[in-house]
């Protein structure tokens, strides 16, 4: 069993889910996006620390990105073809576009890059015109769409390529049904430390990562390590981008063994990823 120890507060929790006197809570969509970049000729990662105060995940290392907002699916980017988008996720259309909306709009609200430019082909240099949008984006006075209607801008979904699929497990006070995307960080942007919900941030190589979780100097979930896993065995951004990925949703469980709870990784994880 490849197993992560809980805090002892999930022991009651969990028996609690046995026993059939509590239910999971409703699973919320969600979008991570992996900002890449070549850095002296190793492949970067950029990731923040979610800061002590927050309820779910607080202190740990993520990549930028949040739930879908209902005003995600108002924007309709001419030529995407949202149903391919949704064969890769195993999604309907309307949500398809949804995760990729709220992909380029998360990593908008938390890095300051933004995956639009004025035209299909073309993609912003600078974001820091754009800062008052990007506060109303994150105090939801502004929608995405509304954003990119004003400001004459083109969402470019062609960046983002999907990497993964995780499902926060059922035991999880909050709930995540999370699509994870890769993108470069686009020429000439920057990714900047903006977020409220961060302590610090990082550019960081996947093995350094998961080598600093293992010394116990960084703290992730399994879904985390689990995509610098796979981002460790590529050399470069182009690499990454040119892989044709397989798709599959992994939720890890929670069980008791021997009076301890555990998070275990379900069968197919555990066998690319365990240990």
């Known amino acids: 069993m ?18 059939g006197r509590r239910q999971p809570p409703a699973l919320k969509h969600a979008s991570t996006v992996m900002l890449l970049r070549d850095r002296g000729g190793r492949l970067e990662v950029f990731m923040i620390r979610r800061v002590s105060s927050m309820a779910f995940a607080p202190g740990v290392y993520v990549f930028p990105g949040g739930g879908v907002d209902p005003r995600d ?10 149903e391919a988008w949704g064969e890769v996720f ?3 259309a309307g949500l398809a576009r949804e995760l990729v909306c709220a992909a380029v709009r998360e990593t908008f609200e938390e890095a300051h890059v ?16 754009f800062e008052a949008d990007r506060l109303g984006l994150l105090d939801r006075s502004h929608s995405l769409a509304g954003f990119l209607e004003a400001r004459g801008l083109v969402l470019r979904a062609d ?10 497990p059922t035991v999880e006070l909050k709930r995540y049904d999370t699509r994870f995307f890769v993108a470069a960080l686009p020429e000439g942007q920057r990714a900047l430390d903006v977020s409220t919900e961060a302590d610090t941030v990082v550019w960081i190589r996947p093995q350094d990562a ?11 979930l399994p879904p985390t390590t689990a995509m610098l896993n796979d981002l460790a065995t590529f050399g470069s951004v182009a690499e990454v981008l040119a892989h044709q990925r397989k798709f599959t949703a992994h939720q890890p469980t929670a069980k008791i063994v021997d009076g301890i709870p555990y998070l275990v990784l379900p069968e197919e994880a555990e066998h690319r990823y365990g240990a």
């Open 90 to 92: 195993g999604a309907d």
């Open 159 to 168: 960046l983002l390529r999907p990497w993964g699929h995780w499902i926060t």
């Open 73 to 82: 699916s108002e924007y309709d980017q001419p030529g995407a073809d949202w």
């Open 114 to 129: 933004l995956l639009a430019g004025p035209s299909p082909d073309e993609i912003v240099k600078d974001t820091a015109p």
């Open 2 to 19: 490849n197993g992560l120890r809980l805090p002892d507060e999930f022991l009651e929790r969990i028996q609690d889910f046995e026993a």
């Open 210 to 220: 998961l080598d600093q979780v293992k010394a116990g100097e960084m703290a992730m």
